[in-house]
């Protein structure tokens, strides 16, 4: 899977590079926002890594660009700025997600891989049946029967986490870091909520889940 990293900082740029080659991805790279857009003129890619802060021309006018174009590649905004309004504008512009400077690779590369799960052509778990329940991830919704109920982006980022990793325990924490970060603001208790609305979506007995397992003390599994 092939993917663009745009950031003028080279030592940043080559690091990603390097870092998202070791998980198998083929990976170009930019150095400013111009280079960027020449570059997206002649390449398809599967995601675009995307600095905000550039001397030339700044990611918030690159993605801007590119929408106008109606190019729909999936955009991680990737800066040093933290205010909300920032954040805003990036989204409002149709960027994927944001991670902010200072990062740890692991949760740049966990964001990635969400978000290729989520819009990737043939992804892992496009659709996927769990008993009596369908699961439609391009769809974000659940039916059982003849009932369908929607899906959060997070409560689909929450499920892909586990199913791919089938009687694994992961933490509270190991699922923020996959879904929102390191750097987020949910809370443990965050994950509870969800999961406890995932519940109600997928499982036919809520109250006494097959899929979605409770580890005392630990966190949570799935099973199926």
Request: a negative charge.
């Amino acid at each position: 899977m092939k993917l663009l990293v745009v950031d003028d900082e080279k030592a940043m740029a080559n690091a990603i590079r390097d870092n998202l080659a070791f998980e198998g991805f083929q990976v170009d790279v930019a150095y400013g926002g111009r280079s960027a857009l020449d570059t997206l003129l002649s390449e398809k890619y599967a995601l675009v890594i995307l600095d905000i802060m550039m001397p030339d021309i700044d990611g918030f006018e690159v993605l801007s660009s590119l929408r106008n174009n109606k190019d729909q590649t999936p955009v991680i905004f990737l800066t040093a700025r933290s205010a909300e309004a920032d954040k805003l504008r990036g989204l409002g512009l149709g960027a994927d997600d944001y991670v902010v400077k200072p990062f740890s690779i692991l949760e740049l590369i966990a964001r990635v891989k969400a978000v290729l799960g989520r819009t990737a052509p043939g992804g892992e778990f496009q659709t996927l049946e769990i008993g009596n329940t369908t699961i439609d991830f391009t769809t974000l919704t659940a039916t059982i029967g003849q009932e369908e109920k929607e899906l959060s982006r997070y409560e689909a980022d929450i499920l892909r986490v586990l199913m791919a990793n089938p009687g694994r325990i992961f933490s509270r924490d190991d699922i923020l870091n996959a879904v929102w970060g390191i750097n987020a603001f949910p809370s443990n208790r965050t994950i509870d909520n969800y999961i406890v609305k995932l519940r109600q979506k997928i499982e036919t007995d809520p109250k006494n889940p097959q899929y979605l397992i409770s580890v005392y003390g630990m966190g949570y599994k799935f099973v199926g």
